[in-house]
Every structure is written in structure tokens, then in C-alpha cells.
């Protein structure tokens, strides 16, 4: 790879044989940010950047030059801000129709194309109808990060020219084989499904969150109590809804939690059998399996267990590159 020195803070550029594949994970795939970044640091600019569900929209942003500013959002996420993106529609092929977050995508990179970006960028979705592997190498990357983060039950399914597509990590968890075929020579695979069978219904035996009681409004007003306490209640119960199928306020699994056991059964199986097939050159794997579906305000900790498993690796890292 080629180094150029200044003043400043010596800038890698990219390095067109080696290809970056992003694995699906949901809240996991933040660790993808630690692990671009730790690969910067020491000097590995991958110049082919491939992503599957979460893993597309960091690949994304990525390629498109914007992951300080995915970074400094993901940071401050809240529980709350979760809540808040999830518009529920249960007549639409999922519980979470997805325009939320959409949004804040459009908000990042805006009307940006995939032949457009400076990196080599594809996602990978699946047909829902054929139940063939999709690449999505042109067009809007809007598209593409929608279409290959639809998880099926809980995003809604995202129509594009006549096909109906839903998660790629149904058929193709960690894309090495997408890396490949866009000229990458050496691929390095970041796996976030190891190790989390089972993991999601032994790890959610904690107690409720503790609802502190709200002050009655100060206003004697009788219509602005009887408002007050309305909204107070309604905000309530959808935030008591939404952690029980998040699995945050029990001690059993709620319906997201049971979702995403079985999901990570398949994708295990999945990963297991492609990389397999098409084995890369270095595999990263975060230890992120106590973390859940939807706990997407973990941002700093899966990062910086993105971080980690690069340092765990660097060895491998440092004499299979010094060998190419």
C-alpha cells in the first residue's frame, strides 16, 4: 500500500487489491467503525468495500468518506433515540417500516449513487421471492442499504424494480464472495455472528429499568393536568410496549430477542458454510455475542471492541500483508 508523508498525519491510500467484506450483526455492526479505524492506523486502506445489513451502511459511509460524522451520531444514541426511530407498521411485511432511519441516511449521504462513491462499494440483499442472493453495485445507495438491512420480521421488505428484497444476511452473511468478484485479491472478513447461538435468551435475565414516577404539572389549569397526564400515560405504555418485545423489561425473551436467536441459528450456519466455501484471507471477529438485537446505544463499546479485535489479529495482519 502507498503511504504519503507530510506535515500532517500521514494519509493511507487506498489499496485496490485488498477487499473489506462487513458482516450483518444489527447493534454489533458498530464494532465495524473500531475495526475501520484500527485498520487505518496501521496503515490498511482497503480500496473494495463490500456490506451486509448493518454492514452496508457503515460500508457506505465509509466509502462515501462520512464515517465521522455515522460515528459521532451511533456515540450518542440513547435508548430513547432508539425508541423514537422505530415508526412500528404491522400491515407492511414488518413491525419497523424503516423510514426513520432512512431518513437520517438521507440526512448523511444524501442523493449519492454507488458508481459515484470514491470507494468500490456493494451490498448484498436476497430475492424474497426467487430466495437468490442479490448484489447491488449501482444505483442509489440509499436503495442498497435499505434493501440489504430489510431483516425480515422486523424491517419492512424494500421494492426495486419489480423484486421485493429483504436481508442479505439470509443468504450471505459476510460477502466475501461479492469482495471477490470486484477484483479484491485479499480479503479481510469481519464476522459478528461467532459464538451467539443461544446467546440472546441466556443473557436476558436482567431486571426491569426502574420507571421513576413523573411530578404533576405545577399548572392548576384542570384541562392542562388532564392533558398532561394523557400524554405522560401514552408516552408510557409505548415505551413499556416496545421494551417488551425488545426484551428489556422481563426476564423472559420478548419478541425481538426470540427473532434474533433464531436469526443468529441461521446465520451461524449460513457464515459457517460460505466462508467455508470461499474461505478469506484474515477473518476479524468481535466478541460482541452478550450484546443484544436492538441495543443499539452500545455504540462505544462494540467500537471499541471493533478496535480490540483488530489489535487481537494485528500478527496475522502484519505478515500476511508484508507477504503480498
Known amino acids: 500500500m502507498n503511504i504519503q508523508n507530510s506535515d500532517e498525519t500521514p494519509t493511507v491510500t487506498p489499496d485496490t487489491r485488498i477487499g473489506i467484506a462487513l458482516g450483518s450483526g444489527s447493534a454489533r455492526g458498530w464494532s465495524h467503525i473500531g475495526v475501520l479505524r484500527a485498520l487505518e492506523e496501521i496503515g490498511i486502506v482497503p480500496g473494495i468495500v463490500t456490506g451486509c445489513s448493518v454492514g452496508s451502511l457503515v460500508g457506505a459511509a465509509y466509502a462515501s468518506q462520512r464515517l465521522d460524522e455515522l460515528e459521532n451520531w451511533v456515540l450518542g444514541l440513547t435508548w430513547k433515540d432508539i425508541l423514537a426511530l422505530m415508526d412500528v407498521s404491522l400491515l407492511e411485511g414488518g413491525l419497523i417500516h424503516g423510514d426513520k432511519i432512512i431518513q437520517y441516511a438521507q ?179 468481535p466478541r460482541l455475542a452478550h450484546l443484544g438485537l436492538m441495543e443499539f446505544d452500545q455504540a462505544e463499546m462494540a467500537i471499541e471492541e471493533g478496535r480490540a479485535c483488530v489489535e487481537r489479529m494485528r500478527p496475522q495482519l502484519d505478515q500476511y500483508l508484508s507477504l503480498n
Not at 128 to 145: A, C, F, P, Q, Y
Not at 229 to 241: D, V
Not at 261 to 275: A, F, G, K, L
Open 107 to 285: 440526512s448523511l449521504m444524501g442523493g449519492i449513487d454507488i458508481q459515484d462513491l470514491p470507494l468500490k462499494f456493494a451490498a448484498v440483499a436476497t430475492d424474497l421471492h426467487t430466495g437468490r442472493e442479490v448484489w447491488l453495485r449501482e444505483g442509489s445507495v440509499l436503495d442498497s442499504i435499505r434493501a440489504s438491512a430489510a431483516l425480515p420480521g422486523l424491517f419492512s421488505p424494500f421494492e426495486t424494480n419489480g423484486q421485493w428484497l429483504v436481508d442479505g444476511g439470509l443468504v450471505d452473511p459476510v460477502p466475501v464472495s461479492l469482495c471477490r468478484a470486484m477484483g479484491a485479491e485479499i480479503v479481510i472478513a469481519v464476522n459478528l455472528n461467532g459464538g451467539l447461538v443461544g446467546k440472546h435468551l441466556q443473557r436476558n435475565t436482567r431486571k426491569p429499568p426502574v420507571q421513576k414516577k413523573r411530578d404533576p404539572p405545577k399548572d392548576n389549569d384542570l384541562w392542562s393536568r388532564i392533558s398532561s397526564q394523557i400524554t405522560t400515560s401514552f408516552s408510557e405504555q409505548k415505551e413499556a410496549m416496545l421494551s417488551q418485545m425488545l426484551g428489556r423489561s422481563r426476564s423472559g425473551p420478548g419478541v425481538f430477542e426470540v427473532m434474533a436467536s433464531s436469526i443468529n441459528i441461521m446465520q451461524d450456519r449460513v457464515t459457517r458454510s460460505r466462508m467455508a466455501g470461499d474461505p478469506p484471507e484474515i477473518t476479524l471477529t
